[in-house]
């Protein structure tokens, strides 16, 4: 099946620092979902993104679908931006999400 | 309505209780998944219903059984747990299986059903 890695697995940031995080996976998909999932176990959609680049607030992300690879960027981080942060992708061949490993993230004050 | 409802949030069975998780969308999806999350690893497919039919199990073990009575529920009846299946149970739901989910907003989860067995 189609695997998903991330990095960096850990990150910890002051408040007011920008971030990089990275997906690769290795096969063609139709669908890259970047998630954030809270305390309580709740999976936050942030992009829908399986190509090109979009725009939220603070949070951007591009996928190159191409080179196989999605960048989530977080620009002026702040304490509830704490959390983990997952990549998923559905490949051509599987109807459901396969997930990264995730990275997680911690914003200190 | 962009919500998936997942109840109960938390459940405590014995290992020879029946039990059930009930998942629920009024989105139009039709394509909906059970999903089994343990504590700091990433959520692992189970089940895949498309247009009310399973279409994925993940070589799940019987004792977790998926129904789908219409195109709106899902349910997962737990019968004879062992306390290593105490996880994360997350609900999603997709536009379509098998085609990235819906143009714009994908697959949506429910907040899930954390379940301890003793």
């Given amino acids: 099946g189609i695997q998903v890695e991330q990095s960096p697995p850990d990150l910890i940031l002051q408040e007011g620092a920008n971030s990089t995080l990275r997906c690769n996976f290795s096969d063609s998909v139709n669908n890259l979902q970047w998630f954030h999932q809270n305390p309580w176990g709740q999976l936050i959609n942030l992009f829908y993104i399986p190509s090109g680049t979009k725009q939220n607030g603070r949070l951007s992300a591009t996928t190159v679908a191409t080179e196989r690879y999605s960048l989530l960027y977080i620009s002026s981080s702040q304490t509830t931006d704490s959390g983990v942060y997952f990549c998923a992708v559905e490949d051509t061949g599987r109807r459901a999400l396969t997930f990264g490993s995730g990275t997680r993230l911690q914003v200190q004050p | ?118």
């Fill in chain 2, 1 to 118: 309505d962009t919500e998936v409802t997942q109840t109960p949030k938390h459940l405590v069975m014995g290992m020879t209780n029946k039990k059930s998780l009930k998942c629920e969308q009024h989105m139009g999806h039709r394509a909906m998944y059970w999903y089994k999350q343990k504590a700091k690893k990433p959520p692992e497919l189970m089940f895949v219903y498309s247009y009310e039919k399973l279409s994925i199990n993940e070589s799940v073990p019987s004792r977790f059984s998926p129904e789908c009575p219409n195109s709106s529920l899902l349910n997962l009846h737990l019968h004879a747990l062992q306390p290593e299946d105490s996880a994360l149970y997350l609900c999603a739901s997709s536009q379509s299986a098998g085609t990235g989910g819906s143009l714009n907003y994908g697959y949506t989860f429910g907040s899930g059903t954390r379940l301890t067995v003793v």
